[in-house]
């Protein structure tokens, strides 16, 4: 029989690693919740219809379908047959497919909004932690099930909501010991001058899905797409000086004034972001004006984000976001605009790992252990233990009489703090014999004592 194996893309999470990864998500829930935002789950799977369209070219292809039910069934082959050759010449069919698990968190909030939007308070404020589904190539930092923590506000375009979200992204790589982090801005808007400038607006997406790819593939593949892509040589002269723009804030404004000509929608962006970059700044924000970023998703409007991991770490992108003023708007309900922002949780605690920035006790599980000497003592050793759980520690009893030895070596192997031993003599005494394996410190109390010592020792 074949070993059994894991899709690629996909893990198994021992107990040690569940601990670290819930370390990680209760410290991003306390951030957002200190902050006002209320928890929501959506299903795994959307309609395709939900999703199809909303991530690009290039993220539609990621996108997991789900077969129908029934397929098999003798008088559905043909349609099947039909169905699956257009798959293969990239189209979609319904007899074949009509869901998908979700790509993102953001679309089935947008969906969700839209759905319940009436009976919703605005602004709307959320965070959603689930995981989510793309078929990508499997590589350091990037798995086909992964989780997001995702936080958005609807019903408002104040910048506040961008401030906001900054300050959430500092609070949070702070508490987990990488203040080192770097939150990168820009403006969908910039990007919509560039593409207006180049002479032709309707290469916005063509523009932005290559930009997108600047840090992995280099600026000389960046061009050969463009070319690829019919821009003609001046246009991409044009977009190679903007990518070039560098200096300090006022220098990186005063070019990017310069090459955009002036443009109405580059105005407006540009004093959205000197606002807010300086808010950030009072507040101790790691904030970067970055003209490169362009994120590819074709829903932002305005500011767009990513979290950049410290240079001591090969990670890249820790997450990322942007306003969406009509994201809503794609399901029929116009007008809710919205601001978020992602955290990809697999990879930040890749980084914690790496650094070695994980607490001690955020692996911590059961604490205490009691020893199995013979059926009369484990029955006494079982009722103490059971007055520790009623206090709210994790206590176990070991479940065979077996020599000391081997289960001293459980203890080791299972991280236990605390070992209690009551043996015979104990047991004529009413008394347990505690000892803290990694000081080797030992008490002897009574068991009245017991119920009330405090395991901090």
Sequence with gaps: MAKPSLPPGTRDFSAEVVRKRNFLFNTIRSVFECYGFGPLETPAMEQLDTLLGKYGEEGDKLIFKILNNGLDHPDKEQKTRDALEQVLKGKNSKDLTERALRYDLTIPFARYVATWHQQLTLPFKRYQMQPVWRADRPQRGRYREFY??????????????????????????????????????????????LAAR?????????????????DK???EKVKEELANKNLSAAQIDLIEAYLNIGGSLPQQVEQLRALLGQRPEAIAALEELQQLIE????????????????RGLNYYTGTIFEI?????VNMGSLGGGGRYDDLTGLFGVPGLPGVGLSFGVDRIYDVLEELQLFPHDSTMG????????????????????????????????YPESVKFDKQFKYAEKRNFTYIAIIGKEEMAKQQVNVKNIRSGEQRTCSWKELATLSFTW
């Design 366 to 397: 059961t604490q205490v252990l009691f020893f199995n000497l013979g059926a009369d003592e484990s029955r006494a050793a079982f009722v103490q233990l059971q007055g520790l759980r009623e206090r709210g520690l994790a206590a176990e009893l």
């Design 148 to 193: 997001q923590c995702d936080v958005d506000v609807v019903g408002s375009r104040s910048l506040l909501n961008e401030l906001e979200l900054g300050c959430i992204c500092h609070h949070i790589f702070t508490r987990l010991g990488l203040p080192d982090y770097s939150l990168r801005i820009n403006h969908r808007q910039l990007l919509v001058a």
């Design 279 to 294: 808010d950030l700044q009072q507040q101790q924000v790691h904030v970067l004006l970055d003209p490169t970023l362009a």
């Design 308 to 312: 950049k991991a410290p240079a001591r």
């Design 198 to 214: 180049c002479g032709d607006a309707s290469q916005l997406v063509t523009i932005t899905t290559a930009i997108d790819k600047l």
């Design 217 to 219: 593939v280099g600026i």
